[in-house]
């Protein structure tokens, strides 16, 4: 369980200070889809990047697994991402002129596992995410939805129990970010905690819980439930509330509008 408690997060200092996050509190179980929804410069990606511990809050506790990660030091810390954290963000930070698997091995490069070890490890987490033959293509060569498959299987290649993405169907068409979604959804499902980070509501709506920030102040916290999940896989086919659109009535209707205008013209007309 991850458990944000009363975090603030202040950037700057005296009069040129911002106020970034507010007593922002919030938790989520292992295994549970969390999304954060707000505007552009809501506080976002600051709660994300206190959660994956590449900043610290000015006060406030962040609870993972009965451990408090702002008061570990940096050799834990470091320890903590590697084991606990990947990271999804939106422009992909791929590097452009190496491999796929290049690209899905890199954590374990970086954390020293042998060239065989690391990309046995890394074409596995390739062939599960359908990314087969495209395992020698540089990741320059790919599409946008091709990249973010890359760089969530790159993500996942440490295993960690948390995944963090940040907008990751902000670069991305309806149809590749949608996927996007349903990819980060089976990962959920597959027993790791996901946390997103989203201003798109239909997105927001696929999730377990969705926390809403404002200026950096949580403004509402709802439990998605089934009825919303689905019609958000849907949302063209479903209303605000969730409720199923009959396409007939709204055929009906919209006749029935286009006869009241005609009529309205033929007045003014006469
Ligand atoms: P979001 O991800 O919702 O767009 P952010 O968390 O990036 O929002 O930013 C929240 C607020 O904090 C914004 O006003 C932003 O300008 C400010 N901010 C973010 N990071 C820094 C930083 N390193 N230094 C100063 N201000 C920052
Ligand atoms: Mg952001």
Known sequence: MISVKNITKKFGRGNSSLLALDDVSFSVQD?????ILGQSGSGKSTILNLI???DSPTSGTIIVDDVDVTKMSD???CVYRNKNIGYVFQSFYLEPTFSVLEN???PMTIAGVN???????AMKVIESLNLTEKANKKASELSGGQKQRVSIARALVSDPDIILADEPTGNLDSQNGGEVIALLQQICNSGKTVLLVTHNI???RKT???VEIKDGIISNIIENDEK?????QHSSDYDNEGNLIDKNKVEEDSKLENINNNEKIDKVGE
Not at 31 to 35: D, I, M, N, R, S
Not at 115 to 121: Q, S, T
Not at 228 to 232: D, G, L, P, S, V
């Open 31 to 35: 295994g549970e889809f969390l999304v």
């Open 104 to 106: 899905v091995a890199m």
């Open 228 to 232: 919303t999940k689905i019609a958000a």
């Open 202 to 204: 239909d997105d927001a």
């Open 115 to 121: 060239k065989k070890e690391r990309e046995a490890k």
């Open 208 to 210: 377990d819980i969705m």
């Open 75 to 77: 050799k834990q810390l």
């Open 52 to 54: 994956g511990c590449i």
